[in-house]
């Protein structure tokens, strides 16, 4: 039964990963495109593993775009979402075969570091469901583009390579988005600094887990980590239940249905494929493509919630130079690595 669940669980997700590869090979970072053109010089296929990356991440991100739409619709404030989430996320992964015993691979040291980032992953949650309700889907999503910005500087201190300056200059750009983002949503600034907090801490969580996650089996990462997210909830919810005494413990009945959805496809599956993906891409490569999640997601809340008229012109020219910036990254480091090599050959 166990095996079953699991062929079905994973194979479901490499069937919808094979239909949209197109899609996501358009948003390829250099460094992959670099590895394209060298293979494509010396006549040889290109890598399986890679294309089997673009895949897996590209479906993450369409799943990680429901996630917004989900937690709108769940009446649950969002450390009860989260909550919720977590124990059903847990429960599901601990059915795959093998995953457990995995943890028997795992030094000590191991285990504690992939704990600490599933902290850190349990805030970004937490912090991104509470700009959803302080503000909503569209603005919480329009934040969450600035974590390849927080990545281009996190990157680099959590591997020890210098800062390009040119990503400086864009980080300047998505500044003056935010500051136009908030000026036309004025009333929702405290889910804009909350959304700004959650993308800060994607960036840190995403470039932690590549940095180490090595070989380890990547269901296993998942299941550490949101574990641990769920024994932190599970260990502060006294405290919050003190300040927050009417906050609703058990989901509405309708809710039922959303939840399993974000737990089981939106968590379980997005996030086992993204850290698949991780392990042949680089982290600002894997969080400019996620940003592809907040155009997925503001569609969809115009869609379902009709949020287009509940925001002002100056909302959609922020976030339209936050993503300018964000998609025109690659193609300034493409063009200077070419100078690099131009320079390099010449010498």
Known sequence: ????????????????????????????????????????????????????????????????????????????????????????????????????????????????????????????????????????????????????????????????RKVNPFEVVLGVVVAIGIIIITKATFGYREGIITGLIAAFLASLFSTLNKKHMGNHNPITMTFLELGAGFVFITALLPVYLHFFPEAKLMPDPSDWAWLIILALVCTSVAYVLALIALKQLSAFTANLAINLEPVYGILLAILFFQEHKELEAGFYLGTGLILFSVFLYPVIRRIQRKKAERARLAA
């Open 1 to 160: 039964m166990q095996q079953a669940i699991s062929l079905v669980f994973l194979n479901w997700g490499h069937q919808i990963g094979y239909f949209f590869v197109w899609t996501y090979e358009r948003f390829a970072s250099l460094e992959e495109r670099k590895i394209y053109a060298k293979q494509e010089l010396n006549s040889l296929p290109v890598s399986k593993e890679l294309k089997q990356a673009y895949w897996f991440l590209h479906v993450a991100i369409l799943l990680f775009g429901f996630t917004a739409i989900l937690g709108k619709l769940i009446s649950l404030r969002e450390v009860m979402l989260v909550w919720h989430r977590l124990w059903i996320t847990c429960l599901s992964i601990a059915f795959i075969p093998g995953v457990i015993k995995a943890l028997g691979n795992m030094t000590r040291r191991e285990i504690v570091r992939f704990m600490g980032i599933g902290l850190i992953t349990c805030l970004h949650w937490l912090t991104f469901y509470g700009s959803i309700k302080l503000a909503n889907v569209s603005i919480a999503l329009s934040c969450l583009a600035t974590t390849s910005l927080f990545t281009s500087f996190i990157e680099p201190l959590v591997f020890k």
